[in-house]
Nanobody, 125 residues
């Protein structure tokens, strides 16, 4: 099992930027496709972005395309989410997740076997 710890959340004004990080330990990071999910109060946890094991393939929820960028550094065992042009609708707890050891990016939370503790991102209206 890979252990994940998110950091970088905070309060940012609309239009601002934030960079989330997720550091992995315990297992070989490069063996896992990774994803970012978010959950707002009263709403279901939703897929934000995903990235393949080597970082060559990415996928994004439509609402964040062109604003968010997912990346990874397999030497540093770290996953990133660069968030630009933040909107109030982006307010949520953001989680990083490691996918089960199966090839391909998944948008389904159940496909991910390890989760971080979450980091709060708040964008006031």
């Amino acid at each position: 099992q890979v252990q994940l710890v998110e950091s970088g959340g905070g309060l940012v004004q609309a239009g601002g930027s934030l960079r989330l990080s997720c550091t992995a330990s315990g297992r070989t990071f490069s063996n896992y496709a990774m994803g970012w999910f978010r959950q707002a109060p009263g709403k279901e946890r939703e897929f934000v972005a995903g990235i393949s094991r080597g970082g060559g393939t990415t996928s994004y929820q439509d609402s964040v395309k062109g604003r968010f960028t997912i990346s990874r550094d397999n030497v540093k065992d770290t996953l990133y989410l660069q968030m630009n042009g933040l909107k109030p609708e982006d307010t949520a707890v953001y989680y990083c997740a490691a996918k089960a050891l199966v090839a391909g990016i998944s948008m389904t939370a159940s496909a991910y076997g390890s989760w971080g503790q979450g980091t709060q991102v708040t964008v006031p209206s």
